[in-house]
């Protein structure tokens, strides 16, 4: 298993590492590393890119992954030579990797100014965080005169430079600690095994999720977030085009 660095820091934008496998296939490359900061498309947030320098070679980083076992594969290109055992810097690509950040944090405001106003049962079923824009799934039907309230009340939260806070709690802790705020662990569940703790990102006193994402230290980071369009999906879902700026 890869060890996370972005987990525990989001901030992080270079750090060191050895090479675990390089593999080739058709021209691109595939290389797993002992660490990384990079991070991968999971939970509906995009990948990150960059590059990893080593004494003798550059890999560009094009797509990242994470397998079953937990190993995160960086994808891309290869200039000059790095084996395996090297040691190597990792270097994020920063200014997508802080609007990911943003956008991920603003996701999870969206999700409660949405129920502050349809009700706590209303679930969020899919999402999308990218460089170029996300949307969410709600398994409710809104009405598109109550875009400017759910982006106004979102937006409160932003301006009010709420921080947001990391976790880890035990599986009993956890449940309890979301459901204050109409959140459960059921999906989170779903897709993990329970392990000694469970990784909860809260926007302070607003809404608490279990989350593997990146997010920014306060909600003032964010800036602003624009509501763009709304979507109907068919059986009662309801999709909701956002951006920040």
């Known amino acids: 298993m890869t060890i996370k660095l972005y987990l525990e820091d989001s901030y992080i934008k270079s750090f060191r590492a050895k ?3 390089l593999e ?3 021209g691109s490359f595939n290389l797993c590393l002992d660490r990384t ?5 999971s939970g509906g947030q995009d990948h990150d890119t960059g590059v990893i320098r080593g004494v003798n070679g550059s890999f560009k980083v094009l797509r990242v992954d994470e397998l079953d076992d937990g190993s995160v594969v960086h994808s891309g290109f290869l200039e000059g030579v790095i084996k395996v055992g090297d040691d190597v810097e990792g270097v994020i690509d920063w200014d997508r990797r802080y609007r990911l950040m ?3 944090t603003a ?3 969206l999700i409660q100014s949405v129920r502050s106003i349809y009700g706590l049962n209303v679930k969020c079923v899919s999402a999308s965080k990218r460089v170029d824009g996300g949307h969410m799934d709600f398994s ?3 009405q598109r005169d109550m875009l400017n309230k759910i982006e106004a009340l979102a937006n409160s939260i932003v301006n009010e430079d709420r921080p947001v806070i990391i976790r880890y709690m035990g599986l009993e802790e956890a449940e309890s600690y979301v459901s204050r705020f109409g959140e459960s662990l059921e999906l ?3 897709k993990h095994d329970v392990g000694e703790s469970i990784r909860i990102v809260e926007v302070k006193d ?3 999720i279990p989350c593997g994402g990146t997010h920014v230290h306060s909600t003032g980071e964010i800036g602003s977030i624009k509501i763009l369009k709304r979507e109907s999906k068919g059986k009662g879902v309801t999709r909701i085009y956002f951006d920040v700026a």
């Open 37 to 41: 900061a990079f991070y991968p498309i």
């Open 206 to 208: 607003w809404i608490a």
């Open 107 to 109: 996701a999870h405001i």
């Open 188 to 190: 989170y569940l779903r």
């Open 19 to 21: 090479v675990l496998s």
């Open 24 to 26: 080739e296939t058709d």
């Open 140 to 142: 409710t039907s809104i």
């Open 102 to 104: 943003r956008m991920h």
